[in-house]
């Protein structure tokens, strides 16, 4: 039988879409096959349904999605009763659970429903899908003691209707009452209780959604800034001295079109960073000669400037009444969510109450949910030497809101924070060091010349070598300042990797540094190693690489059956290149007996069943080899390459390995999230003691 949890509520405004996207994220970890199930359903675009299709890769037909719209159910309820909507919409959600692992169900929002006992008609549906029911309670501006009560009663509300209540949460409670409320619910209730706190970020709107809402004109910005949250008004009428002291970070600047003094006063204390701003809303359809405008656009470029025919007052008011809406179009609201809710809610807990039985297949989604839930269990600080790149600043948003490790960007700090402002991000919680001027460089000057003196390197020398970001990173990495370090965005992998080499060297048991990527097929996660560093490893040198790579494979949670690849299997072909593979495969042998491993064997025999059955039929590792190792580079780079771009693979990495402390090269066309999955493995990777 199809599992499914019912997120539901008592009253509006209770912010249920975090709790909604929070849930999906849990279950999307465990299973490949997630539905979902909207039994009542207000006209217009349903955007977190828009948000959880583009968010989790849904495939889902959004006509299956919907049971019925509110006025439809209204007058199906009022003409045949509750017995008869009922049914009806029972029906509907077995035509989705009939087709998915497990269904997340979306329950009314008690906004303009009309419907009578709304909270027991989202009751009684939760019993009649089978459903295991998650209330969510608003807390809104009540007080501690009015919020706790209205939890008690919520749960013993939906408790006596039967229903299979496996948590409740609190949403948007008052930040200071949040521990207290926490503590005495979890003391009354008898399931798991989780408090969030309100959020300021997730309540703000988008500069986009306020154009929309007023009908705006868009004069200047981009995509990036229109993105912004708005998450205070200042308006102004002072004269610009004063108004520039009224200026707070985040906030949307309101004045009438015709103040140019105040347009180019507050985009040039934006592009100074001080404060970052999220744009110009230009009043009473006036605006700034062409002259300013061109000036507006370079002194903040993407910055917006909005235009609106009404005066202050009226826009002041509907600015006031407008809330943020998590929505495709809002990916970072959608990653601060989800940091909201991992930070309070008990993920372990709440996934063990779910029920849900984890899929054996492991999808590319649920490989990269495991690196993030990984990484948070043991904090890391990763250095980013690329701190004024555009991918490494958007991964480094991400990653912060994630709450995935603890963050040190390199570069000079006016140069970070302005393109950050630019960029309409926030690096709350990062540091940022300047190694031109950073404290730190006399002391890795003097560590480095000590380092290489054997090559003539002196402390005058190294004084310049390590204002190199990527030699200071490393530096910082190798004197405990920071765990692991992640580069390569925008510098090549030499650059990279070869301070890694001379400062922070190879573990004891390691004769090199190679490297693995995790290979995610639709249904599986393969382990190909080496295909980034080195060019024709000796017998040696490969089963030095199989052995890392099966270290590798466990740490990530990959079962290592460990497949030796060449061009023939078994005792099949003869030659150099075969007798190597076999070489290194018996010195694997000999060094771990406890590893599963096979070689020389061909790839076709290595993963696919129905070949291994002819070719190795006795092989435990044949047709199920999950860590393949090539003979070579020029083998390994373009078979992975080859399966990435013709299956349709996600590539991560490469992951080096075999270092004393993790260092990751990016590719130079590595995407946000690639960024964003390297330096998750490079904390997971930290975690581990090194055996120095």
């Known amino acids: 039988m199809t599992r499914s949890v019912y997120v539901t509520g008592i009253d509006r405004g209770d912010g249920r879409q975090v709790i909604e996207l929070g849930v999906m994220e849990l279950l999307t970890r465990q299973v490949d096959r997630v539905g979902v199930f909207r039994p009542l359903v207000h006209d217009g675009p349903d955007r977190l349904f828009d948000l959880l299709r583009s968010r989790y890769r849904l495939t889902q037909d959004a006509a299956t999605v919907y049971g019925m719209d509110y006025h439809e159910a209204s007058a199906l309820q009022a003409e045949k009763g509750t017995d008869e909507l009922v049914s009806t919409l029972v029906g509907k959600f077995h035509e989705v659970a009939r087709d998915y692992e497990v269904v997340l169900v979306l329950g009314s929002d008690f906004a303009d429903t009309q419907l009578p006992d709304e909270l027991g008609l989202n009751a009684r549906l939760a019993n009649e899908f089978g459903a295991s029911v998650l209330p969510v309670v608003g807390g809104g501006t009540q007080s501690a003691e009015s919020v706790r009560a209205e939890a008690r009663n919520a749960y013993?509300?939906?408790?006596?209707?039967?229903?299979?209540?496996?948590?409740?949460?609190?949403?948007?409670?008052?930040?200071?009452?949040?521990?207290?409320?926490?503590?005495?619910?979890?003391?009354?209730?008898?399931?798991?209780?989780?408090?969030?706190?309100?959020?300021?970020?997730?309540?703000?709107?988008?500069?986009?959604?306020?154009?929309?809402?007023?009908?705006?004109?868009?004069?200047?910005?981009?995509?990036?800034?229109?993105a912004r949250d708005a998450l205070d008004f200042v308006f102004g009428g002072a004269m610009l001295p004063n108004f520039l002291n009224a200026l707070t970070p985040g906030c949307l600047v309101v004045t009438p079109g015709d103040r140019a003094d105040l347009v180019v006063g507050s985009l040039a204390a934006h592009s100074a960073g001080t404060p970052p701003i999220a744009g110009v809303l230009l009043t009473l359809n006036e605006r700034p000669g062409k002259d300013i405008l061109r000036l507006a656009d370079r002194l903040a470029p993407g910055t917006p400037v909005l235009s609106v025919p009404g005066n202050s007052f009226p826009t002041a008011q509907e600015l006031f009444a407008m809330e943020g809406k998590l929505n495709a179009a809002t990916p970072r609201k959608a990653e601060t969510a989800l940091g909201l809710f991992?930070?309070?809610?008990?993920?372990?807990?709440?996934?063990?109450?779910?029920?849900?039985?984890?899929?054996?297949?492991?999808?590319?989604?649920?490989?990269?949910?495991?690196?993030?839930?990984?990484?948070?269990?043991?904090?890391?600080?990763?250095?980013?030497?690329?701190?004024?790149?555009?991918r490494v600043l958007r991964a480094a948003d991400v990653l912060l809101r994630r709450g995935v490790c603890e963050l040190v960007l390199l570069g000079e700090e006016e140069a970070v924070r302005k393109k950050t402002a630019d960029l309409g991000l926030s690096?709350?919680?990062?540091?940022?060091?300047?190694?031109?001027?950073?404290?730190?460089?006399?002391?890795?000057?003097?560590?480095?010349?000590?380092?290489?003196?054997?090559?003539?390197?002196?402390?005058?020398?190294?004084?310049?070598?390590?204002?190199?970001?990527?030699?200071?990173?490393?530096?910082?990495?190798?004197?405990?300042?920071?765990?692991?370090?992640?580069?390569?965005?925008?510098?090549?992998?030499?650059?990279?990797?070869?301070?890694?080499?001379?400062?922070?060297?190879?573990?004891?048991?390691?004769?090199?540094?190679?490297?693995?990527?995790?290979m995610c097929l639709a249904d599986k996660v393969l382990v190909y190693g080496d295909?980034?560093?080195?060019?024709?490893?000796?017998?040696?040198?490969?089963?030095?690489?199989?052995?890392?790579?099966?270290?590798?494979?466990?740490?990530?949670?990959?079962?290592?059956?460990?497949?030796?690849?060449?061009?023939?299997?078994?005792?099949?072909?003869?030659?150099?290149?075969?007798?190597?593979?076999?070489?290194?495969?018996?010195?694997?042998?000999?060094?771990?007996?406890?590893?599963?491993?096979?070689?020389?064997?061909?790839?076709?025999?290595?993963?696919?069943?129905?070949?291994?059955?002819?070719?190795?039929?006795?092989?435990?590792?044949?047709?199920?080899?999950?860590?393949?190792?090539?003979?070579?580079l020029n083998t390994g780079n373009n078979t992975y390459k080859a399966v990435q771009r013709?299956?349709?693979a996600i590539a991560v990495g490469p992951v080096l390995q075999g270092l004393r402390k993790p260092v990751n090269d990016l590719s130079r066309g590595a995407l946000v999230q690639d960024i964003v999955n390297t330096v998750a493995i490079t904390a997971i990777q930290a975690q581990t003691p090194s055996n120095v």
Not at 189 to 212: D, F, K, R
């Open 427 to 518: 690096l709350d919680g990062a540091e940022v060091i300047n190694p031109q001027t950073s404290p730190l460089r006399e002391r890795f000057a003097a560590a480095y010349a000590q380092l290489r003196a054997h090559k003539g390197m002196t402390v005058e020398l190294a004084h310049d070598v390590v204002t190199d970001v990527n030699y200071f990173g490393t530096l910082m990495v190798q004197e405990g300042l920071a765990d692991g370090m992640v580069s390569g965005s925008v510098h090549s992998t030499a650059a990279t990797i070869r301070p890694a080499f001379e400062i922070i060297k190879t573990k004891p048991d390691a004769k090199i540094v190679s490297s693995v990527f995790f």
């Open 646 to 648: 013709s299956a349709g």
């Open 156 to 226: 013993r509300a939906y408790e006596a209707q039967g229903c299979d209540v496996i948590a409740l949460v609190v949403n948007r409670v008052n930040p200071e009452d949040r521990d207290i409320i926490a503590e005495r619910l979890d003391a009354r209730i008898p399931v798991p209780v989780y408090a969030l706190p309100e959020e300021p970020a997730l309540s703000a709107p988008t500069v986009a959604q306020i154009g929309h809402a007023l009908g705006a004109e868009v004069l200047l910005g981009d995509d990036a800034g229109l």
């Open 342 to 390: 991992e930070r309070y809610v008990d993920a372990s807990t709440l996934s063990d109450r779910l029920s849900v039985a984890r899929s054996g297949r492991v999808t590319p989604m649920m490989f990269e949910h495991k690196l993030i839930e990984q990484s948070r269990t043991n904090l890391r600080k990763v250095v980013l030497p690329e701190g004024t790149e555009e």
């Open 531 to 632: 295909c980034a560093v080195n060019p024709d490893p000796n017998a040696e040198q490969l089963a030095d690489i199989a052995v890392q790579s099966a270290a590798t494979a466990e740490q990530f949670g990959v079962d290592p059956r460990i497949a030796m690849l060449s061009y023939s299997t078994g005792t099949s072909g003869s030659g150099a290149d075969v007798d190597k593979v076999r070489e290194a495969t018996e010195l694997v042998r000999s060094r771990r007996t406890d590893l599963k491993i096979e070689g020389p064997i061909q790839y076709d025999a290595a993963v696919e069943p129905s070949v291994a059955a002819t070719k190795l039929p006795d092989s435990e590792v044949a047709g199920q080899a999950s860590v393949l190792i090539f003979p070579d």
